[in-house]
């Protein structure tokens, strides 16, 4: 019956070891721009694993088209961020400046001094990070190194014409929902939207060319390449193993992610891979420049700075306003979250308590107040409230007479504006 059905069995444990002693390597995109997030550490410590397969490396063309056509942007985004660094900190300054002015058991002076003296530390050490950044206008280690790995291993382009025809077919395939690919089909542009479908073709073409099983390691992750169960990946969709064992002649193919890759070749290869490195591959990556705006998923760390004890220093310097509070003040205690960069910076519990505090008579002043802190915040590392989420998580924290209190005061407000138009409407006339 194995036979009969043969995609929806996973590789037997005999398949698994020819597949990892013979399979060719291939690298999604999403792999080889990666290495531009990572540390340093961690990305040279793939690429000494990376030549360790050197014989068993092969690139699709599309992948090499895609990684050229975004190294230079995906490399200089996390550059740029660190340059916004100082900003940010002026940002961070004035949110707790505005967010304690007029508080009554606020010491004004001694919190402006050590903002100053937080503020001067930060500079030292965006100064720093700034002048360790690499310039990859002028010089790229990723891509030097990939070049001489997939020197003379990249497949042929698909002339216009193939092209032209692969995306009729592309279009019907995303009709049906056929993997992989369908999840882009709103893509702009044609090489795009079809680009998923691209590297799948000359991955089988290049399996029936050279009589070889496939490795794939992506880390892409939508469904129309994994057969998915809630957030666990199952392994490739079923109707990528029917297609590709019929069209290759019973070849094999399994996907891997970066982290899993790592893992195996840890085990099956006795590669030199330690678990850090293996647990940065994990993170999500993201736009660092939409890190620092409003509108990303934030908790991931720049490659280009260095956190965890680097951030105790500037937390130093608000130590001696904080702890010379009345522990009985309301918030007082709150220092400490706010200012260590740790897991429970700016957390619910912590909006929570903050939103009790005063002069604030409306939730939506005091979010606003709170957004620089946020922002700020998603630089360091843990499970921060993401930017823009400060004033639905202290809606939802709110006691429900509060809540109601401040819908009330609200909708006087915006009572009160209507009578302001009305009135204004009036003398119009």
């Not at 949110?95 to 304690?100: C, P």
């Not at 402006?112 to 990070?129: D, I, P, R, V, Y």
């Not at 220092?335 to 700016?346: A, D, I, P, Q």
């Not at 915040?377 to 924290?397: C, I, M, Q, R, Y």
């Amino acid at each position: 019956m194995r036979a009969a059905f043969f995609e929806y069995y996973g590789l037997s444990e005999k398949e698994t070891d020819k597949l990892w002693k013979e399979g060719i390597i291939v690298f999604d995109t999403n792999i080889l721009l990666s290495l531009y997030r990572l540390s340093k550490e961690a990305r040279e410590e793939i690429l000494r694993v990376m030549e360790g397969y050197k014989d068993r490396l092969w690139m699709p063309h599309q992948v090499g088209f895609e990684f050229h056509e975004n190294r230079l942007e995906t490399a200089l985004k996390p550059i740029e961020a660190v340059s916004l660094l100082e900003k940010k900190a002026a940002d961070f300054e004035k949110g707790i400046k505005d967010f304690y002015s007029g508080n009554p058991y606020i010491d004004y002076n001694k919190l402006e001094k050590a903002l100053s003296s937080l503020k001067a530390k930060f500079a030292n050490l965006a100064s720093e990070w700034k002048a360790s950044c690499p310039n990859p206008i002028k010089e790229d280690k990723v891509l030097d190194s990939l070049t001489g790995l997939f020197e003379g291993k990249v497949g042929d382009e698909y002339e216009e014409d193939k092209l032209s025809e692969l995306f009729k077919i592309g279009a019907d395939r995303y009709d049906k929902k056929t993997p992989p690919g369908y999840k882009d089909k709103d893509k702009p542009f044609d090489r795009q939207r079809y680009g998923d479908l691209i590297i799948w073709k000359q991955i089988i073409e290049y399996s029936k060319t050279a009589n070889k099983d496939i490795i794939f390691v992506t880390d892409d992750v939508k469904e129309d390449w994994w057969a998915l169960y809630k957030d666990d990946k199952l392994g490739p969709r079923k109707e990528l193993i029917h297609e590709f064992r019929q069209e290759t002649g019973d070849h094999l193919i399994w996907f891997y992610t970066a982290e899993r890759f790592l893992s195996f070749a840890k085990e099956k290869k006795g590669a030199s891979v330690k678990n850090k490195t293996i647990d940065e591959m994990k993170r999500p990556h993201l736009d660092w420049m939409s890190a620092l705006g409003v509108d990303s998923e934030l908790g991931d760390s720049n490659p280009l700075i260095s956190f965890g004890t680097r951030f105790e220093p500037l937390s130093d310097s608000l130590d001696s306003f904080r702890t010379g509070l009345d522990s009985s003040i309301p918030a007082s205690g709150l220092w400490t979250n706010v200012t260590s960069g740790g897991n429970n910076l700016l957390d619910a519990e912590t909006l929570s308590k903050l939103s009790r505090m005063r002069p604030f008579s409306k939730w939506s002043d005091l979010a606003q107040s709170l957004e620089p802190l946020a922002s700020l915040s998603s630089l360091g590392p843990g499970d921060n409230t993401p930017v823009g989420s400060v004033s639905g998580a202290l809606s939802d924290e709110l006691p429900n007479d509060e809540r109601s209190l401040s819908q009330t005061e609200e909708k006087e407000d915006d009572k009160g504006e209507k009578d302001d138009k009305t009135k204004d409407d009036k003398k119009g006339e």
